[in-house]
């Protein structure tokens, strides 16, 4: 599967962005899909998963009361939601793909990963 995230920007603290990711290939649908984000000088970390039926989710706690993950299995699109953005929110977000099932939150269990869009967000 190949993947494309865009939706990326600079938005004032409290304000929201959405941020899909576009795949390619016909078994999108059987991928656990997740947004990742780093920011300089730190390790790249899960901000939210989705199984591949959307049954289950994921969110870390910095953002948990804040996003809201999706998908589309019938138009190969993954969303991240994010509202009420705050200055450290601030981060390279990469959509990624796992084969593992269940609730996957490790970085090394995705395999397949897109490009990475910027988020700024000012103060």
């Known amino acids: 599967v190949q993947l494309q995230a865009s939706g990326g920007g600079l938005v004032q603290a409290g304000g929201s962005l959405r941020l899909p990711c576009a795949a390619s290939?016909?078994?999108?649908?059987?991928?656990?899909m997740g947004w990742f984000r780093q920011a300089p000088g730190k390790q790249r970390e899960i901000v939210a998963g989705?199984?591949?039926?959307?049954?289950?989710?994921y969110y870390h706690a910095s953002v948990k009361s804040r996003a809201t993950i999706s998908r589309d299995n019938a138009n190969n699109t993954l969303d991240l939601q994010l509202n009420s953005l705050k200055p450290e929110d601030t981060a390279v977000y990469y959509c990624?793909?796992?084969?593992?099932?269940?609730?996957?939150?490790?970085?090394?269990?995705?395999?397949?990963w897109g490009q990475g869009t910027q988020v700024t967000v000012s103060s």
């Open positions: 290939g016909r078994t999108f649908s059987t991928y656990t």
């Open positions: 989705i199984s591949w039926d959307s049954t289950l989710k």
């Open positions: 990624a793909a796992s084969r593992n099932s269940g609730y996957v939150r490790g970085q090394f269990e995705f395999g397949y």
